[in-house]
């Protein structure tokens, strides 16, 4: 359950908005270091994925170092959110999320930490804030992110054409997945 077997590193909600929440974890040090991180989690997972237990919380170490960490925790889709893409989760996901963690904390450079195709979408926000010449983000790092699709490795085997052609069924039936 929810904060008593994971999740258990004490946060609050900061901030929302249709596509998710962003989570600003407590202090756990005296000092606290000033340049904050926020983590970018995939769609699919939860953002507990990296707060699972206090043993192998990613995000307790973190705190436990002294850093200020934010994650965002994505919201679950339906309907209501068929018509939003990649761009949406841009703007209103990690760009949303860089706003509301300066406005939380005052800072304006950050530290980013993108995980699967949470990192895909961290390192594209990247990529837009560099052609932007917007010099929010001190530093970047990719936990398992896939940036060059054009050879998937491992996943190929989850992503044959008749898997595809089921997604899009689900999705044109649906709206979302």
């Known amino acids: 359950r929810l904060g008593e077997n994971i999740a258990t590193t004490p946060g609050q909600v900061v901030f929302r908005n249709q596509l998710m929440e962003l989570i600003q974890y407590a202090p756990m040090t005296a000092t606290v270091a000033r340049r904050p991180v926020l983590i ?3 769609w699919i997972n939860k953002y507990y994925v990296l707060d699972l237990q206090p043993k192998n919380s990613f ?44 406005r939380a904390t005052g800072e304006k450079e950050i530290n980013l930490v993108g995980y699967c ?54 999705m044109d039936r649906k709206g979302y997945l």
């Open 117 to 170: 195709i949470g990192g895909t979408l961290a390192a594209c926000t990247a990529a837009w804030l560099a052609a932007k010449k917007d010099p929010r983000l001190a530093s970047l790092t990719l936990l398992t992110t896939m940036l060059d699709f054009t050879d998937a490795g491992e996943l190929a085997v989850f992503i044959d054409e008749d898997q595809l052609a089921l997604l899009e069924r689900h």
């Open 40 to 42: 970018v989690p995939p």
């Open 59 to 102: 995000i307790r170490w973190g705190v436990e170092q002294g850093q200020t960490v934010f994650v965002v925790s994505w919201v679950n889709p339906g309907a209501e959110l068929a018509g939003k893409s990649f761009d949406d989760y841009l703007s209103q996901g990690t760009l949303a999320a860089l706003d509301a963690v300066t």
